[in-house]
């Protein structure tokens, strides 16, 4: 798996609502960042095990579904196992039927076909926006 691999395998997760990641994806210690989640929440979680139970308890606790995922941009990097993503997200409220969309930048890295990073950059004003219904 290549890390444009990764990122369509992601993609589609997202778009058929499951958790972002299974086991299979991901390397041992893989490291995952959010350096921007809202205050009270970790900024990093590391490890196989740690990952998918932060990820799969988010996934179950959101109150929307996503409903496109447009990709702006990947970008190489000098790094072959390293690339940048520029994404937007629709996403549909569960209880109101609103939509709404946010910008994401994915820091993405793989190594011998498993994820070892993934560093997402959140708009979370937006993402609070859409979430409140404004």
């Not at 970008?75 to 409220?93: F, G, K």
Request: aromatic share 8%.
């Amino acid at each position: 798996m290549t890390p444009r691999d990764a990122y369509e395998q992601m993609r589609r997760r997202w778009l058929t609502d499951v958790p972002t990641f299974d086991a299979a994806m991901l390397a041992e210690d893989v490291v995952l960042e959010t350096p921007f989640a809202r205050p009270g929440r970790p900024t990093s979680q590391t490890g196989r095990d740690t990952v998918l139970a932060y990820v799969e308890a988010g996934h179950a606790s959101v109150p929307f579904r996503f409903e496109d995922c447009r990709t702006l941009a990947i970008h190489d990097t000098t790094d072959p196992e390293t690339i940048v993503v520029e994404y937007e997200l629709t996403a549909t409220m569960k209880t109101t039927g609103t939509s709404a969309s946010a910008p994401f930048i994915g820091v993405l890295t793989v190594h011998d076909g498993r994820i070892t990073r993934w560093r997402e950059y959140q708009n979370t004003a937006a993402i609070e926006a859409a979430m409140s219904g404004r």
